[in-house]
């Protein structure tokens, strides 16, 4: 075989290591949801050290998947093997495992748990979509009890992280009278009851906002499309104008695709901001967006804005009318 032919075979044998990388992607989600949905790392995290394989199956009273969910997770940081530091000192035995910090993270103990948010996100209903997208997940929900059930407990665990990430960086309760306004669907709000700053609003985005000083939008404007995202902005705009009072801004926390110029940005969360992206278009229309941001504030007459890259893979987006 000459040198031509040897390196058209490298050059196959690399795209076809590649291809099966990407084909067989979705083993890692798939082991992940397999070791949630079993408990495996409440657990671990019960037995109080590195618990070996056998334990662990004996605990779950069957073997069936525990040793391929395990290798998955320790290949993707979820657990840590200790049969490692066993061979690097010479022994043998039995491998066993703890959990890595992103795990604790899918603890039931953990209050802000993001456990519920990856089983919304892996739901079968949810996946489908990406082999067949015809079928849009806002009926699907209103159709099925059980999946709208998972999806609000998924929106509150991410809701519950944030605001722990934010009242981490509160200055003592630095505006302990602000009047705050709930507002949401009807039938989301209907029973609420407020407290002495806090009232529930029903209404539709759609139509009109109450005035306000301040609106925040936490993961709204990306489940739409362009025409939608500056109806609400507008109405945002119109919110902040009847309030009177200056210095009045609209605050979006979601993500900035590629925010390399504000920070840098790791391969691995590109990527992933990229997923939410795919996964967005597939979904609802909707998209993350990266210099589209800009279009959509011209569009909807707000003249400023600042990005601050916070939150994650998320940015804080302060936009002035």
């Known amino acids: 075989m000459d040198h031509v032919h040897v390196e058209e075979a ?124 015809s079928r849009c997940p806002w009926e699907a929900m209103r159709s099925d009890s059980k999946l709208n059930n998972l999806f609000n407990k998924a929106m509150a665990s991410d809701a519950r992280l944030v605001a722990k990430a934010l009242l981490s960086k509160d200055e003592h309760g630095a505006f302990p009278d602000m009047d705050c306004t709930n507002f949401d669907m009807p039938h989301v709000v209907a029973g609420l009851e407020g407290v002495r700053n806090l009232k529930h609003v029903p209404g539709d985005m759609f139509e009109s906002i109450p005035p306000a000083h301040a609106i925040l939008l936490k993961w709204v404007l990306h489940d739409w499309d362009d025409e939608h995202c500056v109806k609400i902005l507008k109405n945002c705009k119109e919110a902040i104008v009847k309030n009177g009072c200056k210095g009045g801004k609209v605050m979006i926390i979601d993500m900035v695709v590629s925010c390399q110029h504000h920070q840098p940005i790791t391969p691995n969360a590109f990527e992933t901001q990229l997923f939410f992206y795919m996964r967005m278009m597939c979904l609802v229309s909707g998209k993350e967006r990266e210099e589209e941001w800009a279009k959509l504030f011209e569009e909807a007459g707000l003249t400023k804005y600042k990005i601050t890259p916070m939150l994650g893979l998320r940015s804080l987006i302060e936009v002035f009318p």
């Open 10 to 133: 490298d050059v196959a044998l690399k795209a076809q290591a590649h291809v099966w990388n990407q084909m067989y992607a979705f083993i890692n989600s798939a082991s992940l949801k397999c070791a949630v949905e079993l408990g495996i790392p409440d657990i671990i995290h019960k037995h109080g050290k590195p618990m070996a394989l056998t334990d662990l199956a004996a605990a779950l009273h069957s073997n069936t998947s525990t040793g391929s969910c395990a290798l998955s997770c320790i290949n993707s940081g979820f657990f840590v093997s200790s049969h490692e530091n066993k061979n690097r000192e010479g022994g043998g035995g039995e491998a066993s495992y703890a959990l890595a910090p992103p795990a604790y993270y899918l603890l039931d103990s953990n209050p802000c748990s993001l456990k519920p948010y990856l089983l919304a996100m892996l739901d079968p209903v949810a996946v489908k979509p990406w082999g067949q997208l």
